[in-house]
């Protein structure tokens, strides 16, 4: 088992692409802790990986606090952080998008990050080991129009990914991201403004390999990035998107 012995924190668990990232670490050996707004589904997806589970706002420090106290207490370790919540604005001109959905975007895209590296970073220091995931986007590599700030937010964690792992190298951490493509995931209809066949056949045709990505994909990849097959891989932003950043 490519995991084995790890102990792994992924954020937005309890479905779509975090959900696929639980389920493969959970297969490979972790222990996963599952973290989610969703508090009811992310205790349903840690009883049936055997994790546990925490109900949270990525946005708020006083919850990544609780978090890391509560996987501290449970396993003396924290080997794995994935930053996979996130959330979007619908399709509009960058002009009609409210403050409070930019704040918000903002918020649970980029200042997580922020957050999460302020209670997690300084245990993995000590520990001399760790691997954080950051799950950004192909809008931060080849936005899509309408999406500004949704796109603004994903390529500020890119960048974040790189300066991150420049400075966390000698202390033997390593960070990477993940770009996928949309996926057939809660967030989808957000993304597309409607859900309707013609919709889906429209952003379809931008993806060579003709189809959306899988949380599956996503937890085969984050398991690569996170596991020691990896060990000489930081600082990279893989594309899970079937070809659509060529």
Not at 20 to 41: H, P, Q, S, Y
């Amino acid at each position: 088992m490519r995991l084995r012995d790890k102990t792994a924190i992924v954020t937005g668990g309890a479905s779509g692409f975090g959900r696929g990232i639980v389920e493969k670490f959970a297969a490979e050996g972790a222990r996963v802790l599952v973290a989610d707004m969703n508090a009811a589904g992310a205790a349903e997806v840690a009883k049936a990986v055997g994790g546990i589970s925490a109900g949270m706002d990525v946005s708020k420090d006083d919850d990544w606090a609780a978090l890391t106290a509560q996987a501290m207490a449970d396993w003396g370790q924290i080997d794995i952080l994935v930053n996979n919540a996130g959330i979007s604005h619908r399709p509009m001109a960058m002009e009609d998008v409210t403050e409070e959905d930019f704040d918000r975007v903002l918020a649970v895209n980029a200042k997580s990050v922020f957050l999460s590296a302020r209670h997690i970073v300084p245990l993995m220091k000590a520990a001399k080991s760790g691997a954080i995931l950051n799950v950004a986007s192909t809008a931060g590599v080849s936005p899509r129009p309408r999406l500004n700030w949704y796109n603004a937010s994903k390529g500020w964690m890119i960048t974040a990914t790189k300066t991150m792992a420049v400075e966390l190298a000698p202390a033997g951490v390593r960070v990477n991201c993940l770009n996928p493509v949309a996926g057939d995931t809660p967030l989808l209809a957000t993304f597309m403004g409607e859900d309707t066949p013609e919709m889906r056949a429209k952003f379809l045709s931008t993806i060579p390999l003709g189809r959306f990505s899988t949380p599956q994909d996503m937890g085969n990849a984050a398991c690569f990035l996170c596991s020691d097959e990896a060990s000489m891989i930081t600082g990279v932003g893989m594309e899970v998107d079937g070809g659509r950043c060529i």
